[in-house]
């Protein structure tokens, strides 16, 4: 794929280029370049989570066909097996652009054809070549015989004897199917509740049998004797505030059912989610905080271009809020779109935990949106639970360092089960935030009945709309991430809003289907009126303004890049046979990891174990080493490489505070429809440039916002006009 034209390496050339090898006594090269299908995403999926790739197909030195015995060359591709077997198109020298694949493991193919038109491969086998997720194969008996050792890899505190069952599994092939059932409280002395097993997925029994390091810790431990007892938490309410209003957050302990068990959670004015804090673009509002929780904590008002002071950053901006104190934010609006406030202070236990809330932010000049005939705002979230309740926190310090916490109960609006009940026809705004710590969501409407997909069309993101609205087969949304969406629901029955992907079995290599129920839209049978609404739905709207205002940066789009980072995992004391495993696994990357498939060995690992960092080639700084001063008013390219060549390579939704930014390219392919945004999507291998806009003075931060990470150290600070 070669260099970039200012000389960087661009994106992963082992992750998104097949060199094809010839078959004896063909001459030339042949390489196919697995190039990113342009859209609103920094990764593009099928509607079931099949990743999809535009490919283009590069001959050098090859003669003619004539040589080989056909008219012409053509280029095919199949899966393992070579049945379906699929005809890309006739290809010549120089470079050609082939129709879409998505598919999990496949082979590229070129022929020399008698008959170029022909529709079955016949001729004689040029070049060929496996995808780079081909290379994903089961673990060979070393790791299967090292993994089911009672005495395998290196013994640290926190890595006690073999799980329940355990031994029993080593016996069938080193796996260790569903634990769902287990009673991990009778079972475990270490206290802590196990993390389930998604079924059927296998695991070494010497994984099963790591604990973390640090001691398990529940919302609500650290209260002192004399708490009063937590209330209930409640549904969330909306909250309209006008310009000088006052209004009071509290942090605290709540009491939730979850899956029938009594627990302790954290909420904001005892509701889940917080409450919904509905403005008009241009307030200004004060927020009279109290933290009544058993942790120091602050309030980050994500994706505000607000006052520094009051950006919620322990350490930067504020002192920690400590349980029993109070803090005093003043926060302005200046950017209608839909935003959200959280804490930043172990975000991975108090976030996860349910201290969350939406912000709206209208533009009172008119319909920003476009014509839907009802709105929704959607939290979108997952749990980990076991039996027993909520999979406890770390007490001294995050688990999940390598992947971050991907849980098993999926919630919308703080609660599983989201339901609404439209007219048929009608078309539904959807206003969706991802809060989950890590999990990246690939979100559709699937008919109950005749398996349609209700259309879908993107209209907006972080920081208002889009250049124009663009149809998706699914909505792809990484953590803090925000979209708004409309989608038409036109056949009666029941649509379920699922999230579907394909997860990987990391033991032996394979992809499978997941697919979970978020919620269900019930439509009947009366018409939706006003039926106009409906019918606008088929039109694409241009947002002129927006246009307008992105077209004044285009001067910057093609300037050389200012600052650049690198994102890496370091590991210190990783058990042998863990890492043996992880070596075997480092042979392919997907671009995006779903869902939590290798639960146990996620759980053990601590900042310790996995050390994220976000590095800058040019210093070789890292983290918080590194520092950024920008001139206010100043523009800056910047480029983001999420480095290949790591012992395991994840994406990373990267956010930068108090700023706003456009995403010009992913991996060398522009994007034509731009959208202003404080958070992007960075898949492993990817390169992706941004262009960010200095104007909102003070210090700040970037970060990945999978909280493990930033709990890991993932995180870097700038200055705008110092």
């Known amino acids: ?16 280029c097949m060199e094809l090898t010839p078959a004896p006594g063909v001459e030339g090269a042949a390489t196919v370049e697995l190039g990113r299908i342009p859209g609103p995403f920094t990764v593009a999926v099928t ?27 053509v280029a095919w591709v199949a899966d393992a097996t070579l049945f379906p077997e699929e005809r890309l198109g006739v290809v010549g020298p120089g470079t050609t652009t082939l129709p879409e694949i998505s598919m999990d493991k496949f082979l590229v193919i070129v022929t020399a054809e008698a008959d170029t038109s022909a529709e079955e491969r016949s001729g004689r086998i040029l070049f060929r070549a496996q995808s780079p997720s081909a290379r994903m194969q089961p673990a060979d008996l070393f790791e299967f015989a090292m993994g089911s050792m009672p005495g395998g890899g290196v013994n640290r505190p926190g890595m006690g004897g073999d799980a329940p069952g355990g031994t029993a599994a080593a016996m069938t092939g080193g796996m260790a199917h569903d634990m769902t059932h287990a009673s991990p409280v009778a079972q475990d002395p270490s206290g802590w509740l196990l993390p389930p097993m998604p079924a059927g997925v296998g695991m070494l029994p010497r994984m099963m049998s790591l604990r973390p390091p640090v ?4 919302p609500g431990d650290l209260l002192s004797d004399g708490a009063s007892v937590p209330l209930p938490a409640r549904p969330h309410e909306v909250v309209r505030l006008a310009d000088g209003d006052v209004f009071a ?17 954290y909420a904001y004015n005892g509701q889940y989610p917080g409450p919904l804090i509905w403005v008009e673009k241009g307030t200004e509002i004060t927020v009279d905080f109290t933290n009544s929780i058993d942790h120091p904590t602050t309030v980050h008002w994500h994706g505000l271009r607000l006052d520094n002071a009051y950006d919620g950053i322990p350490g930067v901006t504020q002192d920690p809020v400590e349980p029993g104190e109070t803090f005093t934010y003043r926060i302005r609006f200046p950017d209608a779109g839909l935003y959200w406030y959280h804490p930043h202070m172990r975000e991975d236990l108090q976030q996860d935990a349910g201290l969350y809330g939406n912000m709206m932010v209208r533009d009172g000049a008119g319909d920003t949106f476009g014509p839907a005939h009802r709105e929704e705002i959607l939290m979108l979230d997952d749990l980990l639970v076991a039996d027993g309740g909520p999979v406890q926190w770390g007490r001294e310090r995050a688990t999940h360092g390598f992947m971050g916490r991907f849980g098993n109960r999926f919630l919308v609006n703080g609660a599983p089960g989201w339901n609404l009940a439209v007219d048929r026809g009608a078309v539904v705004r959807f206003f969706l935030t991802n809060v989950a710590n890590t999990r990246t969501f690939n979100l559709s409407f699937v008919h109950e009945a005749t398996g349609d997909e209700a259309p879908i069309k993107i209209v907006g993101s972080d920081i208002g709309t889009y250049q124009y609205e663009e149809r998706v087969p ?12 409309h989608a038409r629901f036109e056949r009666p029955g029941r649509w379920f809003l699922l999230n579907r992907v394909r997860g990987i079995d990391h033991l032996y290599g394979s992809f499978f289907q997941e697919s979970d129920t978020l919620g269900v839209v019930t439509v009947g049978e009366s018409m939706a009126v006003p039926a106009a609404t409906t019918v606008a739905f088929d039109d694409l709207r241009v947002f002129r303004g927006v246009r307008a205002e992105i077209e004044e940066y285009r001067e910057y789009f093609d300037r050389p890049v200012d600052r650049e980072l690198e994102l890496v995992l370091e590991t210190a004391d990783i058990p042998f046979f863990m890492e043996r495993l992880m070596a075997v696994d480092s042979a392919y990357f997907h671009p995006v990891e779903w869902s939590g498939t290798m639960p146990r060995m996620n759980w ?11 590095v800058e080639p040019t210093t070789g700084r890292t983290n918080m080493d590194i520092r950024w001063d920008f001139e206010l008013g100043s523009i800056e390219k910047i480029r983001i490489r999420n480095r290949r060549r790591t012992l395991h390579g994840m994406q990373h939704p990267i956010h930068f505070h108090g700023q706003r930014f456009l995403v010009l390219s992913v991996n060398g392919v522009p994007n034509d429809n731009l959208v202003w945004k404080d958070t992007v999507l960075v898949p492993v291998g990817a390169t992706i440039d941004i262009l960010l806009e200095s104007t909102n003075p003070g210090e700040w931060m970037a970060h990945c916002h999978i909280a493990e990470h930033l709990e890991a150290g993932m995180m870097l600070g700038f200055g705008v006009g110092n």
Do not use: C, Q
Request: no cysteine.
């Open 47 to 73: 509607s079931e989570g099949h990743h999809r790739y535009r490919p283009r197909l590069t001959l050098e030195d090859v003669p003619e066909s004539e040589t080989y015995g056909g008219e012409g060359f």
């Open 215 to 218: 001691g398990p810790l529940r």
């Open 249 to 265: 957050l509290e942090a605290s302990v709540v009491e939730r059912d979850i899956d029938g068990h009594a627990v302790r959670m």
């Open 1 to 16: 794929m070669g260099r970039a034209n200012d000389g960087v390496l661009p994106p992963s050339d082992d992750l998104y």
């Open 604 to 614: 053990w690992s601590t900042d310790h174990e996995a050390r994220w960092k976000l």
């Open 474 to 485: 699914s909505i792809v949304i990484s953590p803090a991430e925000r979209y708004m969406a």
